[in-house]
């Protein structure tokens, strides 16, 4: 595969995300369109929560959903090791 392939940032495949305790002023920029390109031709969007290493950030600022899908995957191992070893 050639290496310029590889690296090329993807519209479909970008996160944008406004992180500010004010949901008015998170509104008023999300007004603001932007594009990936000069040419605006690959237009972005915004999105309530992005994921980054591993980590699920929200715009608000909070770490909630990071934090239930971290507790709901650890449900489901311990759900599954009772399963396995029986107690």
């Known amino acids: 595969m050639d290496q310029t392939k590889k690296n090329q940032i993807r519209a479909k495949k970008t996160n944008v995300l406004v992180i500010h305790s004010k949901p008015e002023l998170r509104k008023e920029i999300k007004k603001i369109p932007l594009y990936l390109d000069r040419n ?3 237009k ?9 290493l591993g980590v699920t950030f929200s715009e608000t600022g909070t770490f909630h959903k990071h934090i ?3 507790i709901k995957t650890a449900q489901g191992r311990i759900k599954q090791l009772y399963r396995f070893t029986g107690h």
């Open 40 to 42: 605006k031709t690959e």
């Open 44 to 52: 972005l969007e915004y999105t309530q929560h992005a994921k980054l």
């Open 68 to 70: 239930n899908e971290v």
